[in-house]
């Protein structure tokens, strides 16, 4: 089939790359199949293209310089570097899944991308399937990827409900031939465990806290409030977000289990506001807990007092973003997430996992298999930026 033209870029966005003079080397990327040596050498030279650095959330001092440019530039010259070494292979066997962890508004953003990417490759939409199950149940997901295996799929991206317990089926999947590649979520001691799509999360929680000390200042205490105390994005994210606080006299003094409920966040923070008047920050990790803080706060009487940074882009912390009640959230961006893992997948299939890491292994992380999705900082002074990118993107 044909592969039709890539995205179109964004305006914000756009950067120039330059192409590499000659291939990068090969890597199997865990994420299975094979391919021998020839297969990357025979994809040209210049379908190569070499990774820019991504733009990020600055301090100004005087307040947080947002970022709404995720990492999309060099997703855009990866997905280009794919339809380059896909030029004239037919993709007729190419049978692919998007598996997500639960069915809500974040992931609407995902299949979006997902979508976009089968048709901008000439994939028909009966071989791009998207699940999500309604309530995040596991048995569920365990469910449709058993019968994904049956439909005969040549690979699926995934974000487990339970990665220990995905571990067997992915092994399963992987050993018949299917490519499967972690997304949202790493899963590590797997199969999948060479290549991960998603955020780095302690790059996240870092933005979160340069975000939150441009808001302070140099002083004052803050809670953080999250779903998780022991789930690896949580205690990353926190651990990135302490990081970015050394050196000043910002103070992280409570961290709150609010049980991955939005009333127990708001009450919750609602009591640490009430028994703690030396916090002057509040940090809400998990996407409800932007609107339960925004709330708390407005019920204290504390907006102009207590900042408020959160992660995530739900309407009402967008709400809450542009009335200034909320100074910052760090965002994520899924929709890439199931674009460039619709390349990714496409890519294995027609031209072998090894030749394929070797096009996505100058975009990695340092720790050699994160592809990032992106990291953005939405403030109230790029509220419209980022409305416009959604919108640009079908996602708004």
Known sequence: MRIKRNRTAVTATALIFALAAAGCSKSGGGTGGTTTPAAAASIPASCFASPSAAASATSSGSGVTGSVAFNNANLTALDNSITCALKGHDLSSVKVAMVVNIATDYWNAGQTGFTKACSDLGISSSNCIFYAPPNGSLTDQDSELETLAGKQISGF???????????????????????????????????????????????????????????????????????????????????????????TNIKVTVTDNDTGSASTAQSDAETILANNPGIKGLYGVYSYDGPALAQAVTTAGKTSSVKIVSDDAAAATLSAVQSGTISATVVQMPYYQGYTGAYIMAAEKVLGASATMSLVKPFLEADGSTLSSGIGVVTKSDYADYVTLEGQLGIG
């Not at 949202?184 to 939150?212: C, H, I, K, V």
């Open 157 to 247: 991206s995934i974000s487990a409900v339970d990665p220990a317990s995905a571990k067997n089926t992915i092994a399963t999947d992987v050993a018949n031939g299917i490519f499967v590649l972690a997304i949202d979520s790493p899963l590590p001691g797997t199969e999948a465990a060479g290549l991960y799509l998603g955020t780095p999360n302690e790059q996240a929680g870092y933005q979160a806290g340069l975000a939150m000390k441009a808001s302070l200042g140099n002083s004052g205490d803050v809670a953080v409030l999250v779903g998780s105390l022991t789930a690896a994005n949580a205690t990353q994210r926190i651990a990135g977000f302490k990081e970015a606080l050394s050196g």
